[in-house]
């Protein structure tokens, strides 16, 4: 049983571990979920299917459907983005268990950029 337990709680504490400086910006908006799913695969043009990785090493990269839009910078000045599906995946766990699924967020993802982190935000549109 306490392996058990312990092999579930594993999980989000890595999570948790990825993101910072979280804010949950507007707790009365609950994001469409189906647009906010689409605008989360649009990021660095596509983030779908097979690729597994920002491509075009982009400074700033946007992700809009509908009412909703994820937008990421790097932290560093000059640096570019090259987040990982899994990587960005984890930061959208990791934030909607702080702020609630489909709700506007700023954080800062841990890594995801050519040096250091990167900063994300959801907004609606």
């Not at 660095?44 to 990269?61: D, K, L, R, W, Y």
């Not at 000059?78 to 954080?107: D, H, L, Y």
Request: overall charge negative; charged content about 15%.
């Amino acid at each position: 049983m306490l392996f058990l337990v312990s092999a579930l709680a594993a999980p989000l504490s890595l999570r948790t571990e990825t993101v910072s400086n979280v804010t949950c910006t507007d707790s009365s908006v609950t994001l469409d979920t189906h647009e906010t799913d689409v605008a989360l695969l649009q990021i660095c043009g596509g983030i779908s299917g097979s690729i597994e990785f920002c491509q075009g090493n982009p400074t700033t990269t946007t992700g809009t459907d509908g009412g909703s839009q994820f937008t990421i910078t790097p932290v560093e000045k000059g640096a570019t983005i090259n987040i990982s599906k899994g990587r960005w995946e984890q930061g959208i766990k990791a934030v909607a268990a702080t702020c609630g699924q489909n709700k506007p967020f700023t954080a800062t993802f841990t890594g995801g950029a050519s040096t250091g982190d990167v900063n994300v935000a959801l907004t609606q549109v």
